[in-house]
Nanobody
Framework: QVQLVESGGGLVQPGGSLRLSCAASEFTLSRYVMSWYRQAPGKERELVAT????????NVADSVKDRFTISRDNAKNTVYLQMNSLKPEDTAVYYC????????WGQGTQVTVSS
């Protein structure tokens, strides 16, 4: 009964890049404002980036403002997070959901930034 599946994480060196994908099933992604969140061990889940339903407006956290880009392809029912210039402090499990957390949380995808 999984409705959101995150993928694309992995181990990367500082300064490297990754692109995360969030694929939706059983609902129409284009109806929703979508967000990426992340959670590091022992820390609360934090909002990373948000994109409007049409994809014309985005917002990113100050900590990743000039490094991460959120986008979406409504025809593919998918949301993306392009992560560049990765830092060790970006290490976390990354999740996607609607901005209002209306769907069940998926398993997330692990991003580890380490040399």
């Amino acid at each position: 009964q999984v409705q959101l599946v995150e993928s694309g994480g992995g181990l990367v060196q500082p300064g490297g890049s990754l692109r995360l994908s969030c694929a939706a099933s059983e609902f129409t992604l284009s109806r929703y404002v979508m967000s990426w969140y992340r959670q590091a061990p022992g820390k609360e889940r934090e909002l990373v980036a948000t994109i409007s339903s049409s994809g014309t407006s985005t917002n990113v956290a100050d900590s990743v403002k000039d490094r991460f880009t959120i986008s979406r392809d409504n025809a593919k029912n998918t949301v993306y997070l392009q992560m560049n210039s990765l830092k060790p402090e970006d290490t976390a499990v990354y999740y996607c959901n609607t901005y209002r957390s209306l769907k069940s949380w998926g398993q997330g995808t692990q991003v580890t930034v380490s040399s």
